[in-house]
T-cell receptor
Framework: EAGVVQSPRYKIIEKKQPVAFWCNPI?????LYWYLQNLGQGPELLIR????????DSQLPKDRFSAERLKGVDSTLKIQPAELGDSAVYLC?????????????FGEGSRLTVL | KQEVTQIPAALSVPEGENLVLNCSFT??????LQWFRQDPGKGLTSLLL?????REQTSGRLNASLDKSSGRSTLYIAASQPGDSATYLC????????????FGRGTSLIVHP
């Protein structure tokens, strides 16, 4: 069974440029998360989807960040325009909620460097 | 708001030692607690998940325990090996409110030969 797939793995852009990250969760997982991880820190939630509905997005900087989850499967996270402080790793995770475990599975992450 | 703390922040030990990593949380109303491993430049790999009704889980040389009343979990690594070198993170999912998994900052482990 394929795990959570993210792309691109690495992205280097100039400040003020746009960038987009893509995530394909584990097949059948109804809940999808985008986390931000800075060096030496634990992941911090940006947004959580239940199927196609964003149910937790209070930590998403909505002036420059946007996300969507089409048909409750793949998701895209966009930043426009990027700032120097956005340099970090963007992690996607998925889980099957409503089951006994609700175990969380992560992708490899997308590392963003803003110059 | 749930707060998760991991102690120690870093640990360096010789090969063969038995280790205990600690995770504490402020709100005992949890749904589950999950331990992860993260290698440099990689994503998080799930190691063990403990449901709120469970006291411990074991996988190979790893054993995780949960004490909700005291807000603590420990990850025990037996007979450590250099390949165990990584950062270990715990995540606590609340059983009320937003049900968001909240992470600690992790413990960076180095096992030297």
């Amino acid at each position: 069974e394929a795990g959570v797939v993210q792309s691109p793995r690495y992205k280097i852009i100039e400040k003020k440029q746009p960038v987009a990250f893509w995530c394909n969760p584990i097949s059948g997982h109804n809940t999808l998360y985008w986390y931000l991880q800075n060096l030496g820190q634990g992941p911090e939630l940006l947004i959580r989807y239940e199927n196609e509905e964003a149910v937790d997005d209070s930590q998403l900087p909505k002036d420059r960040f946007s996300a969507e989850r089409l048909k409750g499967v793949d998701s895209t996270l966009k930043i426009q325009p990027a700032e120097l402080g956005d340099s970090a790793v963007y992690l996607c995770a998925s889980s099957l909620e409503g089951t006994l475990t609700g175990e969380l599975f992560f992708g490899e992450g997308s590392r963003l460097t803003v110059l | 708001k749930q707060e998760v703390t991991q102690i120690p922040a870093a640990l360096s030990v010789p090969e063969g030692e038995n280790l205990v990593l600690n995770c504490s949380f402020t709100d005992s109303a949890i749904y589950n607690l999950q331990w992860f491993r993260q290698d440099p430049g990689k994503g998080l790999t799930s190691l063990l998940l403990i449901q709120s009704s469970q006291r411990e889980q074991t996988s190979g040389r790893l054993n995780a325990s949960l004490d909700k009343s005291s807000g603590r979990s420990t990850l025990y690594i037996a007979a450590s090996q250099p390949g165990d070198s990584a950062t270990y993170l715990c995540a606590v999912k609340a059983s009320r409110g937003s049900y968001i998994p909240t992470f600690g900052r992790g413990t960076s482990l180095i096992v030297h030969p």
